[in-house]
């Protein structure tokens, strides 16, 4: 049975002389591996739309459960990206959490989303790379389940604690202390949690329509990573090679 469907790949692996396996995220279907034949070839017209962070219509004959792809369609790779190390290497950062978070035959329409948006952000937009890659991490946690609590204390109620637990995904006072909120806690800004209120709760159309002070900017983004990594229990050595670009 043949099928077409918009895809980026997230992951790609050579596969026997001139193939490829790719890891692909698409709308419909979610996670899905597909074999693109022939496309480490000379003369191959997919190498484009068959390479890392490349967003492309797909032909897909599907078999049992496994999808070749026979024809492609590129529709955006993306370039700005390619020829910088630094957005390259946190694009990658964003292809690897969210070939971790994404489900195979799941549709993920919102892990789509907002893959494309955070590499839209950075390539078109020219955000800041810190802001990008906070919001992305917060939201992608949202998606994944990880919702925070950002009403107030979890403990006095107050609108405006000064703490955020990103063990246990809610805010505390610092003077706040009870055995159900035990766990790491980071301090919070104001403007940082209203950020985060942001974020988390926004249209997905405008995640990247606010601003933030410098200050609140690295505060947002120590708290996104923290608590990503916190949730999902791993790290990732794409995010690894990122940092080392900076010491």
Known sequence: MYEKT???????????????LLTLLTAEYGKITVRARGVRGAHS??????????YSEFTLFEQQGRYTATETLTKEIFPELRSDIELLALASYFAQVTDVIAQENDPAPELLSLLLNGLYALSKLKKPQMLVKAVFELRMACISGFLPDLRGCAICGKLAP????????????????????????????????????????CDS????????????????????????????????????????LFY
């Open 6 to 20: 918009l895809g980026i790949v997230l992951r790609e692996t050579d596969y026997k002389e001139k193939d490829k």
């Open 205 to 244: 159309k405008k995640l990247f329509s606010f601003q933030l002070g410098e200050s609140s900017a690295v505060e947002l983004s120590q708290i996104a990573e923290s608590y990503l990594s916190m949730r999902l229990e791993r790290g990732f050595y794409t995010l690894d090679f990122y940092k080392s």
């Open 162 to 201: 000064e703490r955020f637990n990103i063990s246990q995904g809610f805010l505390q006072c610092a003077s706040c202390n009870a055995e159900e909120a035990s766990g790491i806690r980071m301090p919070i800004s104001f403007g940082t949690l209203q950020a985060m209120r942001y974020i988390c709760s």
């Open 45 to 54: 017209k997919s190498k484009a739309a068959c390479q890392l962070l490349a």
